[in-house]
Structure formats: C-alpha cells, structure tokens
C-alpha cells in the first residue's frame, strides 16, 4: 500500500474567468477514487479559497484584490465553499473527507508539527481522504507559506509519502520557459538540481495562483529529502494521478528522492523552521560539518547576523555567504562570543549543500 499526496494549484482549478471549476475537481476526485480503489492511501492538498471566495463577495476573479486584507477575508469565506465543493465530489466516489488547515507555526513548532502529523493519520487510518489547504484567512502576510507546493512536500514527510503528486497546468517541467521559448520539451526525470535547472523553472504562475514551477521544483527538492518521489505533471492528463503514483514513463517530470532519507525531526529542522540568524563559519568547519558526525563549535563561528535565543534556528553560511546548513542553537547570540564549545549540536543540524 502506497501513501500518496496529491496537490492540485488554483491555476488548474478555475477557469478562465478565475472562477473554481467543478469539473476540474471532479477530475481529481476520480483520480484520487482510483488510487483508493486500488488500496493506496491519499492526502489531497488543494489550493484556491480566495478564487471561491471572491464570487461570493461579488468580487470580479479576474481583477484579484492586491491588498492582504482582502485576500484574507476572501479565503474566509472561500474556505467552506471549497471544502464543500470537495467534500460533494468525494462522496459521489463514496469518500469521507476531513479538512485540515494548517499555517507556518504548525510545521515551526515542534509540538504543532506532531500533533498535525497525528491527525493526518489518524484520517488514513480511518479511511478518510485528508484535504489541506493553507490556513491563510488569519496568517500573518509576511511569514505565511505563499503557495501550496512546499505545504505538500512538508506533509509528505509528515505522513511518511511514498510519492507526491504536484498537479499543474503544464505537462511538467521543461528546457525553456515555454513563454519565452516555443521549442521548450519536457524533462522526463531529475536526479540532480543546479542552477540551469532552476533558471529554467522561471520564477512565478499565473495571475490566478502564486506558485509556479519554481515552487515546485523547490517542493520536489524537500520531498526528495525526505526520500518522497515527486511527479510533476499537467492536471487535465487523462488518468494523470494513477499513471503518476504508478510511475508510467512519460507522465510530467519525476524527480527522483536521495537514496538517504532525513528523518521526520530533521526535514523538520531544514524545511518548516523559519530562521532567525545567520551563522558564518569558516572552510575548515565547513568541511567538518560536511564529512557528517560533526558538531558545530564555536571555534569556526567567524561571524553572526540577527539576534537568537537558545534552542532558536538559525542558518549557517560559509565565507562567501551561501547557506549550506541549518540548525537548532544551543547558545544565545549575547552569550556567544564567551561561549566555548557546541554551538549546534549534530543532532540538531542538517546540512542541505
């Protein structure tokens, strides 16, 4: 049995006018329907309260609020109009769903983050098909997650996911920003991600959502951390979640997880904690905390940028800037110069280069 998470963006479920479209969500709910039928657990992440809830505003879709205000009381009201949307598709394939709304301090601390990973499958256990979304309606404009993707890759490891599935309106990840580039072709799999990868990505979607491929690239990257398969494929492909999870060649891109898998505790640590200072160490502790097994000592702190706390996290970057870990500190930054020692033990840092 395969535990799966399917994320489908607000791009690939409204139409043209940015209105939620029925019949895409009854795509996705036929293709979750199969994947249940054939035994496999799903966790559906979906996108789009503020595109439901506009309408029922008497908001135009199409001349989205810029004001954060507004987006919020949109997605409030556009919350229950979409669950229910879901809940109807579901429940015509004979499914139960539960929704779930989670907001940046649910994966920051630690508590939140078990307690969230126990609900969620304690629904699988029962049978339920979980439906998440962002609790952006009360999330403060400035730390909130700004799309789905990298909420999906988190729940992914919080469920123990053999595959995520991002939905889009694209066939997948490909050479070019298609935009730009006509003769842009379909990447079947990624092994690696560098620099031409990610510039090929572009940076944002559609004025409807506000992932892009660049998000999910970013997401897949978590995922493939936490040893998740990612697919990233287009929405409206006939029999696209089953072909996905099955791994049938040619279906989007496939992002292929790191043969380690990070524990729960440490994609914890990498992905869902916002930091609050950079570290800056020298090469030779850089090289020490990549051989692995290594503790952070103060010794090969050279610098320190933001104020901290202990148990705090924070970055660590080298001499020319790039953050190449992260970490839980075990020293504030006021008693940092006299400390003498750990800084970041190695149970508590994750090195990401």
Not at 29 to 50: C, K, M, N
Request: charged fraction near 20%; glycine fraction near 10%.
């Amino acid at each position: 049995m395969t535990t799966a998470v399917v994320k489908v963006g607000t791009s690939s479920l409204t139409d043209a006018s940015g209105q939620i479209d029925e019949a895409a969500i009854e795509r996705v709910a036929a293709g979750v329907a199969d994947l249940r039928t054939a035994g496999h657990r799903v966790v559906l992440v979906t996108s789009g309260a503020i595109a439901a809830g506009l309408p029922e505003l008497g908001m135009d879709a199409t001349d989205r609020p810029t004001d954060a205000v507004t987006l919020q009381a949109a997605s409030s009201v556009g919350h229950p109009v979409l669950h229910r949307t879901w809940s109807a598709a579901l429940k015509r394939h004979g499914l139960s769903s539960g929704q779930i709304l989670l907001a940046p301090h649910n994966f920051g601390d630690r508590r939140q983050y078990l307690h969230a990973r126990a609900t969620l499958s304690r629904l699988l256990e029962l049978g339920v098909v979980p439906v998440v979304n962002e609790n952006d309606a009360v999330t403060d404009e400035e730390i909130r997650f700004g799309d789905n993707d990298r909420i999906a890759s988190l729940v992914a490891s919080l469920v123990s996911a053999e595959v995520l599935v991002l939905l889009t309106d694209t066939e997948g990840v490909l050479t070019a920003d298609p935009r730009h580039d006509p003769s842009a072709s379909l990447i079947e799999e990624i092994v690696e991600f560098d620099r031409q990868l990610l510039d090929a990505a572009g940076a944002s979607g559609t004025v409807r959502g506000s992932g892009g491929m660049a998000s999910k690239l970013t997401a897949a990257r978590i995922a493939a951390w936490s040893g998740v398969r990612t697919v990233i494929a287009q929405a409206d492909r006939a029999d696209v979640i089953s072909a996905a999870v099955a791994g049938t060649p040619g279906v989007g891109t496939s992002v292929v997880p790191r043969p380690t898998r990070l524990s729960a505790r440490k994609v914890w640590i990498g992905f869902a904690m916002p930091s609050v200072a950079t570290l800056t160490v020298d090469e030779g502790a850089r090289n020490a905390l990549e051989q692995g097994g290594r503790s952070l000592l103060a010794a090969g702190v050279v610098a320190a940028v933001g104020e901290f706390d202990r148990r705090d996290p924070i970055e660590v970057a080298d001499p020319t800037g790039e953050v190449f870990a992260k970490g839980i500190v075990r020293v504030s930054s006021t008693d940092l110069p006299d400390h003498v020692g750990v800084v970041v033990h190695v149970d508590d840092l994750v090195v990401l280069a």
